[in-house]
């Protein structure tokens, strides 16, 4: 079977995994970042904008949460447990060092209320608490966390314990960081939200440290999360993420990561300025609503003579500012296409290029069936085809 190109016309299209589509030589030059390692992703189009050290394993302090919700999120899912379940609290729990919700062994505490904790408190308690509740032991709960992290593809992650206090091999990147916080707002849209909470302090327990160390909650009306981390090895560290309605486009997200910075001040300014330089030194160029054909080919053998290839989600490109009128494209897919086709089947590869320079490539999917047709309808395409 041979392939075809289609066209070469000013389109892009979103990508269904992590990529570092745009270069430096065609992007303005980041902003100089005072931290050991940064990442910045725009992920209304899965496109990387800027990264240093985004491969150098480090250590992950309290963004090791992060994977922590993921799991306990997966769990509320397939409700192996509810927001409404009480956990104990264990006297391991009661005793964690650093952080803390301040729970002790008397109380039993709703799932949801141990999550704020986790989450705005950074409480090592709490984390420790949902690790026992969830799976029966911390240690297995970290299987847990280690299984996980295989399945969404970390392959320079492992994690030693749930909360993120230093421990030898207990390791990760930007990179997977980055994956690992797409994952998180992409799979559980009910729950991010809380990442996005300013203060939180369980009743009966101090009023002290019931403020989210996330500080650009307060500076950046734009931002809604995710996690903060600090551990004296780590540094300080900032998993961000903001959504600004820009031209074109409503609610385009970034995400940046920022990790070794040298103080909790430090460590949200440095995300700002990352953000700040992605929303400006960029633009998001939508040109296909979600569910809208980028092409429509002839299928032979179909009940229907063609069909639509395009993408579920909406179709976005990040370019340099003002280049967008540089972009070109060209569609490479099976010729002849034959029926059977399934919905969501990959039909195709759309490569996306900013002038001569390759952005991205991604495959297009059949937006509809297309089933066999009958057997006469099937016997007077194969002589068509024998004709051509």
Sequence with gaps: MSLKKIGCVALAIWAGCLLPFVSQAQAQQPPEVAARAYLLVDVSAQQVLAENQADTPVEPASLTKL???????????????SLQQTFSVSPRAWKMPGSRMFIDPKMQVP??????????????????AL???LAGSVERFVELMNDQAKILGLTA??????????????????????????????DFPD??????????????????????????LFRDPSVDGLKTGHTQAAGYCLVATAQRDVTGLKGRRLLSIVLGAASENARAVESQKLLNWGYTAFDAVKLFDGGQAVVTPTVWKGRSPTVSLGRVQPIVVAVPAGQASRLKTEVVRPDPLVAPLKQGQEVGTLKVSLGEQ???NMPL????????????????????????
């Design 191 to 216: 729950y991010v939200g809380y990442y996005a909470l300013k203060k939180y302090r369980y009743p009966g327990t101090p009023a002290a440290n019931d403020s989210n160390r996330n500080l650009l």
């Design 157 to 186: 992650t492992t994690y030693k314990n749930p909360e993120g206090l230093t421990e030898p091999g207990h390791t990760t990147t930007a990179r997977d960081l980055a994956t690992l916080a797409q994952r998180l707002l992409r």
């Design 67 to 81: 994977m922590t919700a993921y799991v306990v999120f997966d769990a509320l899912r397939s409700k192996k447990i």
């Design 111 to 128: 799932v949801e209320d141990l999550i704020k904790g986790m989450i705005v408190q950074s409480g090592n308690d709490a984390t420790v």
């Design 131 to 133: 690790a026992e509740g």
């Design 365 to 388: 999917v059949s937006l509809t069936a297309v089933d066999e047709s009958g057997v006469l309808g099937r016997a007077w395409d194969a002589l068509r085809l024998w004709i051509k």
């Design 358 to 360: 390759p952005l991205l």
